[in-house]
């Protein structure tokens, strides 16, 4: 029929090999677009932020369109999400979890108590933000945030993800 297919990406150095009907790109970019599209999502939902974060992985928002499946264990997960108020006692626990996670690894902390206290930020017991004892990746605000600004901060993590370099041996 004399139909070249012919496969562009946004690479101009990949364009000029010119390989028609063939797909050429870099490992990087295929592991980083496999792991955006399959993150695997734990849940901690500590306060009122848990209702929203709950609406968003319901029919109406669906994490499932993002390729994003709940998993209650740590160690089958590599984001997790804390939306509450996180006070001396629970950040042991949270610590605990995140060193239990597959790597790579992302934290996402929804709404003003995860991110930096909230209403409680200074008192004696509060962790004044999640980010004082795990690294965090994604801060979404809001008292509680809406299900669409999560949906914004997980698209904010798949640019962060495709952004990667490869993994590093040690």
């Known amino acids: 029929m004399g139909v070249n297919p012919v496969v562009h990406s946004g690479d101009p150095e990949i364009n ?7 797909l050429t790109t870099s490992l990087r970019k295929v ?4 792991r955006k599209a399959s993150l695997w999502y734990m849940t901690f939902g500590i306060a009122c932020c848990a209702i929203e974060m709950m609406a968003t992985g319901a029919s109406r928002y669906d994490f499932d369109r993002f390729g994003m499946i709940f998993r209650a264990s740590p160690r089958q997960s590599d984001l997790m999400i804390v939306s509450g108020t996180v006070n001396e ?3 042991e626990r949270i610590v605990n979890l995140y060193d239990q996670m597959a ?3 992302y934290v996402i902390a929804m ?6 206290g909230g209403p409680y930020h ?4 509060v962790v004044n933000g999640v980010h004082e004892i795990i690294p965090v990746d994604v801060y979404v605000p809001g008292c509680p945030p809406r299900p669409e600004a999560l949906l914004h901060g997980v698209l ?3 640019e962060k993800i ?3 370099g490869l993994p590093v041996r040690a």
Not at 31 to 34: A, F, K, Q, T, V
Not at 111 to 116: K, P, Q
Request: proline residues 6%; neutral net charge.
């Open 111 to 116: 709404g003003a108590c995860a991110t930096n």
């Open 162 to 164: 495709l952004n990667e």
């Open 89 to 91: 006692k629970l950040a």
């Open 103 to 105: 790597e790579p690894r």
């Open 16 to 22: 000029a090999a010119g390989h028609p009907g063939v």
């Open 31 to 34: 592991l980083n677009w496999s």
């Open 156 to 158: 904010q993590l798949h």
């Open 122 to 125: 200074g008192l004696y017991n």
